[in-house]
């Protein structure tokens, strides 16, 4: 098989680059392993460039795919293909005075917070990244992309090396995209794995994304979302601590989660490191270390791999 671009990683930021290269013209492999732990598949799909804290290009980066993204969404609901969205903003509850001062809270609050002192919302919003990325594939697939799911054992100049159905396989690209988040370090790209778990929930949603203390909460699938832990390595699955952390920051901090049924437990592989997203050797380019805000940075990460490219 020969292509211009072969993309090695099937979560959001592969999937929109293969999308966007598509758009222009370009044959398009997509290869994924399928491994257990992938974050576009737990991630809760926050757009909230102020609450996370991000500065300078960074920002300017998120930004840009906070902008980005309704118009995406209409493109891809006019082929049929909806996914759940909302853009009315994130909201900040603080906790205590000094919370408060130091985010100017002076809003009153959304949705019922234990010890909340006061409230500010930002622009932002929230997209499902499951359903996103399954109509992502869809449009791909009518645009005629080939998706294998396969491991790649080896990328260079001029393709990829690995296994796909058990049997040995190569593809020929004249540029090789790795977008395989976590698994980077495979590639000898600086990332390393920071576990995060989640709760869905059966019960009423706040309206918008809200933060408040060391976790959050967002609508999800007529549910609630409730996020996140955060922990170093490669454990994998959602366990007791996990759980336990979870389930008692919902009934605690949310007097409306108090009798919630659960619906699922969600976990994956934050890929952390310095986000990079360039040419690592002649030929490969690598998108890495997007850390928990993959799903907003994904637009502005696709931009320059178009650029890079230039297309």
Do not use: C
């Not at 001029?158 to 395989?180: D, I, K, S």
């Not at 901090?253 to 490191?273: I, K, N, Q, S, T």
């Amino acid at each position: 098989m020969r292509v211009e671009v072969a993309v090695v990683g099937a979560g959001i930021i592969g999937t929109l680059a293969a999308y966007e290269l598509r758009k222009r013209g370009l044959s398009v492999l997509l290869l994924d392993a399928g491994k257990e732990g992938a974050a576009t598949l737990a991630s809760a799909g926050m757009l909230a460039p102020y609450p996370e804290g991000l500065s300078g290009e960074v920002l300017e980066a998120a930004l840009f795919g906070l902008e980005y993204y309704p118009g995406l969404l209409e493109e891809l609901a006019a082929k049929g293909w909806k996914v759940e969205a909302g853009f009315s903003g994130t909201q900040v509850v603080a906790l205590s005075q000094v919370e408060k001062e130091a985010w100017e809270a002076q809003e009153s609050l959304s949705y019922p917070v234990r010890g909340g002192r006061g409230a500010r919302t930002f622009p932002g919003g929230y997209v499902h990244p499951k359903a996103l990325r399954e109509a992502l594939l869809k449009a791909l697939e009518v645009m005629e992309t080939p998706f294998l799911q396969a491991e790649v054992e080896e990328v260079k100049e001029g393709g990829v090396r690995g296994r796909w159905r058990e049997e040995p396989f190569t593809a020929q690209a004249r540029f090789v995209l790795l977008a395989v988040g976590a698994w980077g370090s495979r590639f000898g790209l600086g990332v390393r794995p920071l576990k995060g778990e989640a709760l869905v929930l059966e019960g009423p949603a706040p309206p918008a994304p809200l933060f408040a203390g060391e976790g959050y909460l967002l609508p999800r699938e007529g549910g609630v979302y409730v996020g996140a832990t955060q922990r170093e390595g490669w454990a994998q699955g959602v366990d007791l601590f996990g759980l336990r952390w979870l389930s008692d920051y919902a009934h605690e901090r949310f007097p409306l989660l108090a009798g919630a049924r659960f619906r699922e437990a969600l976990w994956g592989y934050r890929p952390v490191g310095e986000l990079f997203v360039g040419e690592v050797e002649r030929g490969v380019l690598a998108a890495v270390g997007h850390g928990r805000n993959g799903v907003l940075l994904a637009p502005w990460t696709a931009k320059r791999i178009l650029e890079l490219l230039g297309v």
